[in-house]
């Protein structure tokens, strides 16, 4: 007997394949994303502004942080 295309196995399977995890390179890129920004800002800080980027000053902490907020947002869609 066929199933119709509304029937709740389908909807099931369709809701597992929602509910499925995330690829295995999502994690280490999202932690690598908040390590880094975190290293970009202590690199700035401990060279006495001189790295990484000497010529924009204080914005290399904005970099920073905007960095890790990339890892912080894919934090939000990890499962």
């Avoid at 029937?7 to 999502?26: G, I, L, M, T, V």
């Avoid at 908040?34 to 000053?57: D, H, K, R, T």
């Amino acid at each position: 007997m066929a199933t119709s295309k509304n029937s709740p196995a389908r909807a099931a399977n369709r809701a597992a394949r929602k509910e499925s995890r995330n690829p295995q390179w999502f994690l280490p890129v999202m932690l690598g994303f908040i390590v880094v920004g975190f290293a970009w800002i202590i690199v700035f800080y401990v060279s006495l502004q001189q790295l990484p980027i000497p010529e924009i000053g204080f914005w290399n902490v904005l970099i920073g942080f905007g960095i890790m907020f990339i890892g912080f947002i894919m934090a939000t869609r990890w499962k």
